[in-house]
């Protein structure tokens, strides 16, 4: 089976960074996926990482280790359009569960003036 | 424009009532998936389906039912078992691994289903 944990909820200012941890437990690890989500919509694709590293796209960045079932999310130079949901997802490639996602129940994030 | 749509936005229902959700995609996908979410919570597994003629039980398929008889098409049926149907479903697509170095899902714009 698969267990994800993330923060309910983090509070950061404009302007600043946010860092979203992630931990979980699979079998058949194939990859870990950031999506965010805003209010009533559907969750948009932000990041993947399926080896060990750092993966950056502009402000966001994602780091996993894969050894340690650990992965972050980073959200520099924070903008008041980022307040949402930020959801982890884990991909798993076993016999019973190929090509499974299991999500975490998300960490809202809340961006002040 | 390639995507997935899912109808309708808004469906009201009467309790003891099923209720088909629709789910089309023209993305080529073979993976297609179906998700619930309730407030404040993260998504949760419904049914998946990796090829047509074929799908999986999620973690919570009871009071649900599915088919893939078309690779575009995936629709979800509510139906009078599920004990507490109203919530925000949402049906996503997705390459099966390998095919492309972009194997992340592809989501819908949900449907906000509330039984009466």
């Known amino acids: 089976g698969q267990n994800i944990d993330q923060p309910t909820e983090m509070t950061a200012t404009e302007g600043a960074i946010v860092q979203i941890n992630c931990t979980y437990q699979?079998?058949?690890?194939?990859?870990l996926f950031w999506y965010q989500q805003h209010a009533g919509e559907a969750p948009t694709f932000l990041s993947y990482?399926?080896?060990?590293g750092l993966e950056e796209k502009g402000r966001f960045s994602s780091f996993l280790s894969r050894s340690k079932g650990y992965s972050y999310l980073l959200l520099k130079e924070l903008q008041m359009k980022d307040s949402a949901s930020y959801l982890c997802?884990?991909?798993?490639?076993?016999?019973?569960?190929?090509?499974?996602?299991?999500f975490g129940a998300g960490t809202q994030v809340v961006v002040t003036p | 424009d390639g995507g997935i749509t899912q109808s309708p936005k808004y469906l009201f229902r009467k309790e003891g009532q099923n209720v088909t959700l629709s789910c089309e995609q023209n993305?080529?996908?073979?993976?297609m998936y179906w998700y619930r979410q309730d407030p404040g919570q993260g998504l949760r597994l419904i049914y998946y389906s990796q090829i047509v003629n074929d799908f999986q039980k999620g973690d919570i398929a009871e009071g649900y039912s599915v088919s893939r008889e078309k690779k575009e098409s995936f629709p979800l049926t509510v139906t009078s078992a599920q004990k507490n149907p109203t919530a925000f479903y949402l049906c996503a697509s997705s390459p099966n691994p390998g095919q492309t170095s972009t194997d992340t899902q592809y989501f819908g714009p949900g449907t906000r289903l509330t039984v009466l």
């Open positions: 990482n399926v080896l060990d």
């Open positions: 699979t079998s058949g690890f194939n990859g």
């Open positions: 993305l080529n996908h073979d993976a």
């Open positions: 997802a884990v991909r798993a490639m076993t016999t019973d569960s190929w090509g499974k996602f299991q």
